[in-house]
């Protein structure tokens, strides 16, 4: 069972568009948060939100956790060959204890000069 | 600046032998998990401790073992590789938010 899907799984786009990515789940998250990992790396945190209806900025990323904490997406403005790389949501489950996280498959987006 | 050290970055082992892998970090982070990742089924934990000699099995804890003898260090162990145990392994910490991982070991059974 898939608790956090994540859409699109592959995004290929050319330097300069706009992207979103979106991050879904049937299950309430008391905090959810977005990774970057590059290739022969480990994930990077990127962003936490924790109140439902937050959005944070990061630069030209934008992070929005829906209001009934059940979601949320990510958008990049403008995007840059620096962007490329696998962006994962991973969610903490209202009562899991021990910062355990539940991680969706990730998105691979790729932008090309 | 702070860090989660994997102590190999790329390992190739034999069919039945028993495999350790290391990490430490330096935060002092109460928890520490060790994840595999696998194209198309993304990160998958394997097991993780709350504390010293504490652990608590993840989600596919099969053909694994893990050891916390010392509160910034996290072994996972193989007890008999397999060829499907050929992955992406990544150790993280966590205070309350967010994990800090380390650079992963790609480990190759044959």
């Known amino acids: 069972t898939q608790l956090l899907k994540q859409s699109p799984q592959f995004l290929s786009i050319q330097e300069g568009e706009n992207l979103t990515v979106y991050c879904n789940s049937s299950?309430?998250?008391?905090?959810l948060q977005w990774y970057r990992q590059e290739p022969g790396e480990g994930p990077v945190l990127l962003v936490t939100?924790?109140?439902?209806?937050e959005v944070k900025k990061l630069k030209r990323l934008t992070f929005q956790f829906g209001d009934a904490r059940k979601d949320s997406s990510l958008h990049i403005t403008a995007a840059q060959p620096g962007d490329t790389g696998l962006y994962l949501c991973a969610g903490a489950k209202s009562g899991t204890s021990y910062g355990k996280l539940t991680f969706g498959q990730g998105t691979i987006l790729t932008v090309h000069p | 600046d702070v860090k989660v050290t994997q102590s190999s970055r790329y390992l190739v082992k034999r069919t039945g032998e028993k495999v350790f892998l290391e990490c430490v970090q330096d935060m002092d982070h109460e928890n520490m998990f060790w994840y595999r990742q696998d194209p198309g089924l993304g990160l998958r934990l394997i097991y993780f401790?709350?504390?010293?000699?504490?652990?608590e099995k993840g989600d596919i804890p099969e053909g694994y073992s893990v050891s916390r003898e010392k509160k910034e260090r996290f072994s996972l162990i193989l007890e008999s590789a397999s060829t499907n145990q050929t992955s992406m392994y990544l150790c993280?910490?966590?205070?309350?938010?967010?994990?800090?991982f380390g650079s992963g070991t790609r480990l190759t059974v044959v």
């Open positions: 401790s709350y504390d010293v000699k504490m652990k």
């Open positions: 939100v924790v109140t439902g209806g």
């Open positions: 993280a910490s966590s205070a309350r938010y967010g994990y800090t």
């Open positions: 299950s309430v998250f008391s905090s």
